[in-house]
C-alpha cells in the first residue's frame, strides 16, 4: 500500500476537496511526487513532499514572489505543511521537451528567455548565494559518484590537482559575472507549453533558487541535458540574449565575447556537476533513468574544454581516463 497516497487522499477528504480521479502526474529527481486530481472538468495538481525530507516553505514563498512578477508559477489553493501537502493550480500536461523540434524551438526558447530575463530583473530577498562553497560542492560531485562511484575510477594525486585547478577556474568564472535571481533548473522538463499564455511558459520546480551567475540558467536552456542543438544555433540564442539582457540594464558593457566565455564555462561547470548528480540517483537513489543522458552530458563538457585552451590539462585527463 502508498500509505503517502492514502494520507493525501483522506488530507483532500477532510480538506472538503470533492474528485472523481486522482492520478500520478509526474516526480523529480528528489522526493516530491505530484499527483493531479480531477474534479467535474477541471484539474488541479497535488504536491506531495514528506515533510521529514522536503520543505515547502521556499516552494510557497518564492512561487508567490515569482507571481507577482507576473511569472506564470504554480499558486498554492491550499496547504498542509504538517502533512506536506500543497494544492496548485494545473499548468498542464505537456513539457517543452515533448514540443522542442527544428520547428518551434526557436519560438518556445524566445519565450522562455523571455521569462527569464523578467526573473532576472527582479529580487528574491534573502536567497541563499550560489557562492563558492556551494559551487565547489556541486564540482565534487563529478569525481566522488560519476568517476569514482559509477566508473569505478581512482584518481592519482596529480590528476587530483588538475581537477582542483579546473574547479578553481570554473568557480572565479562564476563569480566574476553579474549575480541575479537563479532558477538551478531551467530547463525543457521544467517548463510547461502554456497554449493560453504563449508569451511565456509554465514554470516549475524552482524551490531551490539562489542568487548566483547570469548565465546559468541560460545554460540549463540552450545546453539541456534532455535535448541538444547545433553550436551556431545556441550562439545565435545567446546572442539575443545578450543584447536584451544588456537593453534592460541585467548587464552593463559586457562584450558578446565575454558573456559566451562565461556562458561555456558556466556550462562546463553545470555539466560536470549533473554527471555527478545523474549517477547518484543511480546508485544512492535506484533511480537509472538519469543514465541515458550522461553521454550527452559528458559531449557538453568536452566541447567546452576543446574550445579554452586553460583547459586543455582537464581535457586530457579526461580523455585519457575515460
Not at 281 to 310: A, C, Q, S
Request: hydrophobic fraction near 40%.
Amino acid at each position: 500500500m502508498d500509505q503517502r497516497l492514502e494520507q493525501l487522499k483522506v488530507w483532500l477528504n477532510d480538506s472538503g476537496i470533492t474528485y472523481q480521479d486522482i492520478a500520478p502526474a509526474s516526480a523529480d529527481a528528489s522526493f516530491r511526487r505530484y499527483f493531479r486530481i480531477t474534479n467535474n472538468e477541471s484539474t488541479y495538481i497535488i504536491m506531495d513532499a514528506p515533510p521529514e525530507k522536503e520543505d515547502c516553505n521556499p516552494f510557497i514563498r518564492i512561487a508567490t514572489i515569482l507571481f507577482d512578477f507576473g511569472l506564470n508559477v504554480p499558486q498554492i489553493l491550499k496547504q498542509d505543511l504538517k502533512q506536506g501537502f500543497l494544492l496548485l493550480n494545473d499548468l498542464g500536461t505537456t513539457v517543452f521537451l515533448s514540443e522542442l523540434n527544428n520547428d518551434t524551438v526557436d519560438e518556445m526558447y524566445t519565450s522562455a528567455m523571455k521569462a527569464l530575463l523578467q526573473l532576472q530583473k527582479n529580487k528574491i530577498p534573502d536567497l541563499p548565494a550560489y557562492g563558492k562553497t556551494l559551487l565547489r560542492n556541486e564540482l565534487n560531485l563529478f569525481p566522488e559518484w560519476y568517476l569514482t562511484k559509477h566508473l569505478n575510477i581512482t584518481l592519482s594525486n596529480q590528476q587530483k590537482d588538475i581537477l582542483e585547478h579546473a574547479f578553481d577556474l570554473l568557480i572565479k568564472n562564476a563569480l566574476e559575472q553579474p549575480q541575479v535571481c537563479v532558477h538551478r533548473d531551467y530547463h525543457s522538463r521544467n517548463l510547461m507549453v502554456n497554449k493560453d499564455k504563449p508569451d511565456y511558459p509554465g514554470v516549475i520546480d524552482f524551490q531551490d533558487a539562489v542568487i548566483g551567475a547570469v548565465t546559468y540558467d541560460l545554460v540549463s536552456l540552450l545546453k539541456d541535458c534532455y535535448i541538444s542543438w547545433p553550436r551556431e544555433k545556441i550562439e545565435g540564442w545567446v546572442k539575443y540574449f545578450h543584447a536584451e539582457a544588456e537593453s534592460i540594464g541585467i548587464i552593463s558593457n559586457v562584450s558578446f565575447d565575454t558573456f559566451l566565455r562565461w556562458f561555456d564555462l558556466m556550462g562546463l561547470q553545470r555539466h560536470l556537476k549533473v554527471a555527478g548528480i545523474f549517477s547518484r540517483l543511480k546508485h544512492r537513489d535506484g533511480k537509472t533513468g538519469y543514465l541515458k543522458d550522461i553521454p550527452r552530458t559528458m559531449d557538453y563538457v568536452f566541447d567546452v574544454l576543446e574550445r579554452y585552451p586553460e583547459f586543455k590539462p582537464l581535457q586530457t585527463l579526461l580523455t585519457e581516463i575515460l
